[in-house]
């Protein structure tokens, strides 16, 4: 039976490329480039031999031996504002945004949509993201503005409405016309959706898609959810 939330269930998530296939890089523009400044040059590329865990906590290897991620283009940008504790909190998440220049021309990511970032990929609830879990985050993102582009090609830093529906389909959502109305009540502002609105919408989506995701172990498209469990997976983001 095919998953009714999600196009093609068993695939990668929306947001996320298939296994293996590297991130396109920081853009440090409307249509990309490298990562200005001290932050690490260019952006992505694939992960070094031996990759990393796969939801990363704090710096990986062991004192002493040589960091599998010292050959990553990204290290470097994780390294300058991760703290002593070797991982990014949303504070943090949003100077790097901002100061990398990623969303360009559009409106720079408020702080709580760098929040529901973090919510995304936080698996143990600890608030803040590891290396492992800063690349995924950025293989999203360029996957999600790559789309929201698509739709915005007066380079106004809005789509509509419609254009929205259209994105969310293009991520391979199939949504009912009733909740895909409440999203765009939701996050729309003047009648359109912004960026950062368009990029929290889309943590969402795929936050509350995965966590239900996990829980269909049939893929039936249903569930059950004691209460507990309920607000846990929906409370953060």
Known sequence: MAYPGYGGYGGPMP????????PHGMPGGPMGGPMPGHMGGPMGGAPPQGGYSPYGGGYPGTYGAPTP?????????????????????????QRCLTQSGFTGSYTPFSLETCRIMIAMLDR????????????????????????????????SGTVEP??????????????????????????????????????????????????????DTMQQGSVTFQYDDFILCTIAI
């Not at 996320?16 to 296939?21: K, L, R, T």
């Not at 609830?125 to 582009?149: C, I, Y």
């Open 124 to 155: 143990d609830f600890t608030g803040k993201m590891g290396f492992s879990e800063f690349k995924e985050l950025f293989t999203a993102l360029n996957s999600w503005k790559q789309n929201f582009m698509m739709f915005d090609q007066d380079r």
């Open 162 to 215: 419609h254009e929205m529906t259209q994105a969310i389909g293009a991520m391979g959502y199939r949504i009912s016309p009733q909740a895909l109305n409440a999203m765009m009540k939701r996050y729309n502002k003047g009648g359109r959706i912004f960026f950062d609105d368009y990029v929290a919408c889309c943590v969402k989506l795929r936050a509350l898609t995965e966590n239900f995701r996990r829980r």
């Open 15 to 22: 947001g996320m490329p298939a296994q293996g296939m590297p």
């Open 69 to 93: 991620a010292a050959n990553d283009p990204m290290w470097g940008c994780f390294t300058a504002i991760a703290g002593q504790d070797g991982e990014i909190d949303a504070e943090e998440l």
